[in-house]
Every structure is written in structure tokens, then in C-alpha cells.
């Protein structure tokens, strides 16, 4: 499977801040997500991010507070925006391979 | 859009039990249905998974289980060691529909396998 990293593994951010979290992938793939582990909690998919165009939000989730870039087949960010105590998560990208779906290590945010 | 169930919540079982968790899923176009299991503080890893067009699968101790009619799908693990701890997710997508790779989970299983 794919080896997949992210950065930063954690930070502590102050509310009303921004922060961009970066996903590399050792391959290239067609189809890379982002999802968001609330404390606890279970896994919500909040887009799909397609390669040279927009990505696509899920329900709940828009893309002034969550902006996605990924200019190439192994490379995406993801930025929280205005961030609020609410958005500690640990957010995770995804890429598949077929039908498989694998994760990265996460990007743990807490916002104060 | 899917939604899927997962029960229970918790588990607890003596090392060497099994341990069955099980899932429903709404939306019938579903046809891949993975397993992930993920240790506290690391990434989520995927353990099994199976298509539509299976009825069983198994890998070792752990199999899964699809019941296409019943929209439900179990995993089972036998034999269980403390190792097993940790909490399970199952989820559901619609592979190669408009939904390709988006994967809708249910709420997670803490399993403790006690020694």
C-alpha cells in the first residue's frame, strides 16, 4: 500500500487562526480524502479532493472554513479556517488503491 | 446518503474468546464493506474488508460476514489475544458508483480482550 505522511503531527492553535495541514503520498493516486476524528468520535468524511479542480464537501462542510488544494497526483492540504475550540479533531487524509482505502497518521489539532 | 449502525459499542471477552461486532448500512447500492482497526493514537488500518458479491471472508482469526438481503455485515475474530484490543469501525461505500471511495463508518467498537 501507498506510505503516506502527514504534517504537522500535532499543534496547539489559538482561536480565530488558520492552519494548514499537508498530505504527501510515496505514489500517485486518483483519489485522495479528508476526513475529521472528533475526540472519541468516529470518522466523518469532508471531501474529496480532486485533483486540479475543486473539491467536493460533504454535508456540513464548506469550503471557506475547510479549503482544499491538491496540485498534483500526490499532494494535498487541507486548512482549518478561523478556527474555534470546536475543530479539535484529529484530521486524517485517505487515499484509495482500487477499492481499499488507507490512512495517514493524522494531524492531531487542538484549538484553545 | 448511507448510513451505517455498529453494535455494541463496547465489548469485553477473555483472551481466547471470540468477539463478534456487527453492522447495518442503508443504502443498498453499498457493495464494499471494509474493517479497520485502530490502536490508540495511530491511524486506522485496515484488517478485512468485503464485496457484494461474497458471502464470507476470512483472514487467519478474523472473518466477515455479508448478508446482502438484511443489509448487515459482522466481523468475527476468534481465538482472541490481548493484541485484539482496540477500537474496530466498520464502513460502507459504493465502489465504483458516483460515491466512488467515499466511505461512510459507523461509530466504533471498543474491544478489551482481558489476559
Known amino acids: 500500500s501507498a506510505v503516506i505522511s502527514q504534517k504537522p503531527s500535532r499543534d496547539i492553535c489559538q482561536r480565530g487562526t488558520s492552519l494548514t495541514i499537508q498530505c504527501q503520498v510515496d505514489?500517485?493516486?486518483?483519489?485522495m480524502f479528508w476526513y475529521r476524528q472528533q475526540p472519541g468520535q468516529s470518522l466523518t468524511l469532508i471531501a474529496t479532493a480532486n485533483q486540479g479542480s475543486e473539491a467536493t464537501y460533504e454535508s456540513g462542510f464548506v469550503i471557506d472554513k475547510f479549503p482544499i488544494s491538491r496540485p498534483n497526483l500526490t499532494f494535498s492540504t487541507l486548512t482549518v479556517s478561523n478556527m474555534s475550540p470546536e475543530d479539535s479533531s484529529i484530521y486524517l487524509c485517505?487515499?484509495?488503491?482500487?477499492?481499499?482505502?488507507?490512512f495517514g497518521p493524522g494531524t492531531r489539532l487542538t484549538v484553545l | 446518503g448511507e448510513n451505517v449502525e455498529q453494535h455494541p459499542s463496547t465489548l469485553s471477552v477473555q483472551e481466547g474468546d471470540s468477539a463478534v461486532i456487527k453492522c447495518t448500512y442503508s443504502?443498498?447500492?453499498?457493495?464494499?464493506f471494509p474493517w479497520y482497526k485502530q490502536e490508540l493514537g495511530k491511524r486506522p488500518q485496515l484488517i478485512i474488508d468485503?464485496?457484494?458479491?461474497?458471502g464470507e471472508k476470512k483472514d487467519q482469526r478474523i472473518a466477515v460476514t455479508l448478508n446482502k438481503t438484511a443489509k448487515h455485515f459482522s466481523l468475527h475474530i476468534t481465538e482472541t489475544q490481548p493484541e485484539d484490543s482496540a477500537v474496530y469501525f466498520c464502513a460502507a461505500s459504493n465502489a465504483g458508483g458516483t460515491s466512488y471511495g467515499k466511505l461512510t463508518f459507523g461509530q466504533g467498537t471498543i474491544l478489551t480482550v482481558h489476559p
Open positions: 485517505s487515499v484509495a488503491q482500487g477499492d481499499e482505502q488507507f
Open positions: 505514489s500517485q493516486v486518483t483519489m
Open positions: 443504502d443498498s447500492a453499498s457493495n464494499y
Open positions: 468485503i464485496r457484494s458479491n461474497v
